[in-house]
């Protein structure tokens, strides 16, 4: 009855969205039916909006003009619906109240099995050994096995029976055994940073996977997916990610979309991938939410309705916190190869360690901060941050007693929280006019850390750091003026500093601008705005860390692990993943592709990135379809490309692109003189332009002269011209005399070169010489 149920809720949500749809003029694609709410009109929360740490929430209750229009609103639409639709919902509700009665009078009573009292109802609690047991226990018994007493007293009635059958107890015991084989490898893994333990512990989750452990599964299918500690296999992981669909794991209904959408491992189908994307996020999943708030931007969907995907996964993450994200692109190390990647080498890092030892206070609080957030090639590790923190407060350097304060307010696993002592030690920061020390002293008084609350002196300290411009300090500064606390609540104060702290990369800041722009609060309604603002959240989830996985592999040779994690990533909107992909299966180096599907993909990929704007990709999708890589040769598609990178994005590569085409006269009409102005604007866009502008410049000099020449009757033009008239009568007897002066001139100079011609060495006499000393020799 409850499949029958749920298998009539489907059918009913499926139909409605599609009339919705159709009523719309929009698509009836089943992807969109769980995000297909009534979301035509956004009522504006800034009434019922407030920060906490930073972060606005929106309060569930609303003012009574707004529950006024949502109640003429839902009645608008329910006078929509037909008499049919009325009767499926009466026959719907009586099918769940039906359901609900029963499951209200069948309360679940478990029935012994077998021993002195089979079919016989357990008592609980009953005695056992002085002790009182309200559910089923295996104590007293050496095989492990569940049991029960059927009365309250065991030792007197001896009433007793199995709770389990003798192959649950089995199936039970060997899950138990799984989980503690899993807890064993996990605890490996997170405790330990070398390689050679970390397969040690894929060792423990393939026992794990093979006795059927959930968690283990998804582990070890992801492992085989990338290739991460275990050896690359798309095939095995497929087969793991079925099975962990069917049993509704909403990460293996991820992953096996994953591998539709890509076409690894099974035949390619974006409708089987859309399917699996849509079930994952309903369970949860927050990297299948992102790919569909991607693909809805893709197919230019209702802002709302994309608002709506992306708000939970940007609520999650700006609670969590997010990450730092290096976005490394490939093609750009290629073209630019001495160009900063914001990576640092090894031998830097060992340097500044150096230093470090040596006492040096500022590679201290450099390393310390480089361990406390991660990125930039350096794992995080809050130990050696303490302990280069340490170091450097110790001399009396006030960036890192602010740090040690920040570490002691937030706590960790190496630090234990403290108010206290990180409030001693914001107060020697920030009396040294350290902002970082300023700011945390403002969240004391905030929010009462050690001390009494006192608002006053939380915005004196927060305006200190904020004038500093210290992220924290503005964003807190923000949430003050947005709630009035303290101050008089001003929205445009707050959307001031709001975006001050964006611009140093906070990512609660750009929430609660997003927020802002959702709700039109101190600001204009934007929900294009807010959609960006959100997405931009969304990529600093936990997720974005295997943009770095990605890239050491690719460094390491490993392409195909690099090519897999990029394209998933490409899926969920990173147009550095998209661009990276598109850029390896250009090159033809993973070979898990097969040849003939290289091309496409590369163009695919290229095309998401170009629409995000990047120029490289732009350009790539210029050159796919002027020589047909992937697609066919087309040459004015080639030139719409290289014309919107050139407008957009002032290419100097898509100027002289253009100018050859115009040269060529492919894909527009030949035009020599637009030729050259494209040729002119590609060499005063780029230094790096002039010497192959130069060299087509003067090919496209002489082609003009060759036409030219060809367009005129030379014989007519000669015929015209009188030589008299010209050079006067004795023209004759001028040229001449011109010639033979050249004449002279050649004979001339024909005979000095004869006579500087050297005799033969065997007609001189020998003359010894004496070389010259060593320091004398002119240099070789």
Known sequence: RRINVVLYLLKCIFHRTRRESVRAGGSSSIYFWYYSLNVDQVKDHSTGTRVVAGQIFLESGKSDSQSEDEENFHSQEEEKDNSLEELNSLEMSNLLNKDLEEAEIQSPVLTAIGGTADGEPCRFPFLFMEKEYAECTADGREDGRLWCATTYDYKKDQKWGFCETEEQSNKRRQMQEAEDVYQTGMKILNESSKKAQKKEAYQYLLKAADMNHTKAMEKVSYALLFGDYLKQNIQSSKELFEKLTEEGSPKGQMALGFLYASGLGVNSSQAKALVYYTFGALGGNLIAHMILLWCNICIEQSCL????????????????????????????????????????????????QFLAEKGDVQAQVGLG????????GVEQNHQRAFEYFNQAANAGNSHAMAFLGKMYSEGSDVVPQSNETALQYFKKAADMGNPVGQSGL?????????????????LKYFQKAAEQGWVDGQLQLGSMYYNGIGVKRDYKQALKYFNLASQGGHIL?????????????????????????????CERGRWSERLMTAYNSYKD???????VQYLLLAEQGYEVAQSNAAFILDQKEASIVGENETYPRALLHWNRAASQGYTVARIKLGDYHFYGFGTDVDYETAFIHYRLASEQQHSAQAMFNLGYMHEKGLGIKQDIHLAKRFYDMAAEASPDAQVPVFLA?????????VQYVREINIREVFSHIDMD?????????????????????????????????????????????????????PPQ
């Open 725 to 777: 008239q010209l050079l006067g009568p004795e023209w004759d007897l001028y040229l001449m005399t011109i010639i033979t002066l050249l004449l002279g001139t050649i004979i001339a100079y024909r005979q000095r070169q004869h006579q500087a011609i050297p005799r033969p060495a065997g007609l001189r006499p020998a003359v010894p010489q004496q070389e010259p000393p060593p320091e004398h020799q």
């Open 442 to 458: 403002g969240m004391a008084y905030l929010y009462g850390r050690g001390v009494p609350v006192n608002y006053e002196l939380a």
């Open 509 to 537: 800041a750009f929430y609660n601008l997003a927020q802002m722009h959702a709700t039109g609060t101190g600001v204009m309604r934007s929900c294009h705005t807010a959609v960006e603002l959100f997405k931009n959240v």
């Open 369 to 376: 901060q480089l361990h406390l957030h991660g990125g930039r």
């Open 697 to 705: 410049l003067c090919k496209l000099g002489v082609i003009y002269s």
């Open 557 to 563: 040779g490993d392409s195909n692990s690099a090519v």
């Open 305 to 352: 309705k994309i608002l709506l995907i992306c708000f939970p996964v940007a609520s999650d993450i700006s609670l969590t916190g997010g990450t730092v994200v290096q976005r490394i692109r490939l093609a750009d190390e290629v073209e630019n190869p001495g160009m900063a990647s914001g990576m640092l080498e090894e031998d830097l890092i060992q340097y500044y």
